[in-house]
């Protein structure tokens, strides 16, 4: 075999092999912009998914709020709603508007059952009262995609335009109320007539047994574990969050040691065991008794404590309300810096009847009072509230809209006790 021929052959195979990487390196690369495309591409769609979920939250919530079962239009209300609130929300990087249709993106349901759900069209009026949940669902569809196409070029692989849909429900439900306080307020002593703005009053004890009578009384939410050191807790700490359901029987046996440092620190006064930084205070520490220069009507003092509190005026001293606290007083800067709502409390509604009897009774309802005054750590003072009395003024009921006590619109528990607002459930 001459050397010529050979040369030839070893060319040709060269050629042969550098075809062959050509080859080889168009396919690398047409997988490795597939794989970049991919990224880039499910990152865009996860961008429109998100935005449609906002868009369909959005129409749930809005639609959820007609739900009361008070009109047999509400299904028509919700609807309209959904959609008016959940075309705000554009897609594709807020370029593209949603496409929302009625009877088809608005459902409704009696239940939460993912199959219960229909339109509108078709059902009676009967029918509509019933209707508890809604579902918004909303769709993009022929969602362009910028590089993964190009996997297309590899058998078997058909990649188009892509669809993304999302949906919510939601429904009414109770909200979350202001924690509670460890003083159950006698059903006998509310009356449904009882104006918001009326003083309850109650009785204390000497300063080494603290117990309460009259109008109200100590009490604990799990009863008989705490004491008087659970409920010290509940005052310096946020209070009875957790509440019970109604029915749910409480109580607080035996006697009651002093709880005054820790009631006063809600007022921003300071003694003893408890210390600034163990006990938050409100906004505002302001007093209001039935002494001459505080508050002698004894009536809504809570009018003027919004004021107040807005101007973080701290606990007027002891001459002033009449008391005898004998606690260091933080001024409206701490209050400022330090304080929270601490002075609006949800309080159980029991029979003190029963109470007295069993040491526990049921809570019938919630009531929303608001705390008036710090209490006396001994005997003393310019009169006898702080001494001999103690007052609470009646909000109304907790779960009335209009109370001070209930959320500003978030979604409580099952044993809330709050007025209704639009909640997500799925």
């Known amino acids: 075999m001459s050397r010529g021929f050979l040369s030839r052959r070893m060319t040709l195979l060269r050629r042969k092999q550098q075809g062959t990487v050509a080859i080889l390196v168009g396919l690398s ?3 490795l912009v597939g794989f970049a495309g991919l990224a880039l591409d ?29 009109n047999t239009n509400q299904l028509a209300i919700g609807e309209a709603a959904g959609i008016t609130t959940g075309l705000r929300h554009k897609v594709l990087f ?16 009696a239940s939460n059952a993912a199959n219960s759900f229909v339109s509108k069209a078709g059902l009676s009026n009967s029918q509509a009262l019933t209707m508890r949940f809604v579902r918004c669902t909303v769709n993009k ?17 058909a990649i188009g335009q892509q669809n993304v849909s999302a949906s919510a429900v939601a429904t ?11 003083v159950a307020v006698c059903s006998g002593d509310l009356p449904a007539s009882t104006p918001v703005g009326t003083w309850l009053v109650g009785a204390l004890g000497s300063s080494n047994n603290q117990s309460l009578t009259g109008s109200f009384k100590w009490v604990d939410f799990s009863p008989p574990n705490g004491g008087a050191t659970e409920l010290g807790n509940i005052l310096t700490g946020d209070g009875a969050c957790d509440l019970p359901a109604v ?22 006064i300071y003694q003893g065991n408890v210390k600034p930084g163990d006990a938050a205070p409100d906004q505002s520490g302001y007093a209001y008794t039935d002494f ?70 049921p809570i019938i309802s ?40 209930a959320s500003n619109g978030l979604p409580g528990g099952p044993g809330s006790t709050g007025p209704l607002v639009a909640a997500l459930v799925r």
């Open 29 to 31: 690369i047409t997988v």
């Open 42 to 70: 499910l990152g865009k769609l996860y961008v429109v998914k998100t935005e449609l979920q906002n868009s369909a939250d959005a129409c749930a919530l809005a639609a959820s709020q007609a739900l009361t079962g008070a």
């Open 94 to 109: 807020q370029k593209d508007t949603v496409t929302m249709t009625p009877n088809s993106t608005v459902e409704f349901s």
């Open 141 to 157: 569809p022929n969602i362009d995609t910028w590089f993964i196409q190009v996997l297309n070029v590899l058998p078997g692989v």
């Open 172 to 182: 009414l439900q109770a909200s979350q109320v202001t924690c509670g306080l460890p």
């Open 247 to 268: 029915g749910t029987p409480v109580g607080q046996p035996g006697a009651i040691s002093s709880l005054a440092n820790e009631w006063n620190s809600r007022f921003g």
């Open 292 to 361: 001459a220069t505080s508050w002698p009507s004894k009536f809504n003092a809570f009018d003027d404590f919004i004021s107040k509190r807005s101007a973080n005026a701290a606990y007027q001293g002891d001459t002033a309300a009449g008391l005898n606290t004998k606690g260091t007083i933080k001024d409206s800067g701490y209050l400022l810096a330090n304080g929270h709502d601490r002075r609006l409390m949800t309080a159980p509604v029991v029979s003190c009847d029963a109470y007295a009897t069993s040491q526990t009774a």
């Open 366 to 405: 919630w009531a929303c009072v608001f705390l008036l005054h710090p209490i006396n750590n001994s005997a003393g003072g310019s009169n006898a509230t702080g001494e001999t009395r103690m007052y609470l003024e009646y909000r109304g009921k907790a779960d009335d809209p209009s109370s001070p006590c």
